[in-house]
């Protein structure tokens, strides 16, 4: 897969290079690209931002610089291909593990990180005229610009790309991907600060564990997270 992120803070993209997503960059599985949206603001200053029209607080990302920083990126692409683009904000539709899971099968794509108040809104609009564009929220808070969004994002992404996690079965035990939190774990010593690990799990009976720990992820999601056991 290849993925471009086009940020004013590329060193926020820093953490790309580490871990799991490093390694798939070096194994060639993930083909990531940071770029500088500054290189694409001409006067002496390299300004991004500008007051907005019509009065109001901060500043708006002004557009030019996004148009060129995403003329650039589809020309370097194979001819006719574009990405799909991603714009973090917390205007957007809600991420879900079901937006990794439908992210991951994508060959291309691109994430414009927003700072101040936004975009200019003809950015969106120039660019859903020749890519597939989506902005999506991670949550209902806002930060202080998209970098901290997409490494989110290219996290969940990334690690469901075949080939970056080792172990598969890791992937399908895990909350979110069945409507469920995720039961407690539990590991060595058997007893620790006269805390006992749940007698069932030493049992040695497979079916009895896995009704306790079913019923475990009822209770837990039902304690944290009720609407997720609404539909
Ligand atoms: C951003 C303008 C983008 O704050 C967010 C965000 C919240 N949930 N998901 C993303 O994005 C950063 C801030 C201001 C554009």
Same mark, same amino acid.
């Given at each position: 897969m290849r993925l471009d992120v086009i940020t004013?803070?590329?060193?926020?993209?820093?953490? =790309?290079? =580490?871990s799991l997503i490093g390694k798939a960059r070096r194994d060639g599985l993930i083909d990531l690209h940071v770029h500088d949206l500054r290189e694409h603001a001409h006067d002496r200053h390299r300004t991004v931002d500008d007051t907005p029209y019509g009065g109001g607080a901060g500043m708006v990302m002004k557009p030019e610089p996004w148009g060129e920083a995403l003329d650039e990126l589809v020309g370097n692409g194979a001819e006719g291909q574009v990405p799909h683009l991603i714009i973090p904000g917390p205007g957007g539709i809600p991420f879900t593990q079901q937006t990794a899971r439908d992210l991951a099968t994508e060959p291309w794509l691109a994430f414009a990180c927003g700072r101040y108040e936004?975009?200019?809104?003809r950015v969106y609009e120039e660019a859903a005229a020749r890519m597939p564009v989506s902005v999506i929220s991670l949550g209902d808070y806002v930060l202080n610009g998209g970098e901290v969004a997409v490494l989110a994002m290219v996290e969940a992404i990334a690690?469901?790309?075949?080939?970056?996690?080792?172990?598969?079965q890791s992937l399908v035990e895990e909350s979110h991907e069945d409507g469920l939190l995720e039961y407690p774990v539990y590991t060595k010593p058997a007893t620790w600060r006269g805390r006992e690990v749940p007698e069932i799990l030493l049992s040695g009976n497979h079916g009895a564990i896995a009704e306790w720990r079913h019923e475990q992820r009822l209770q837990r999601t039902a304690a944290r997270r009720p609407d997720l056991l609404s539909d």
């Open positions: 004013i803070f590329p060193d926020y993209l820093a953490p =790309l290079d =580490l936004g975009i200019d809104e690690r469901l790309i075949p080939g970056v996690i080792g172990n598969e």
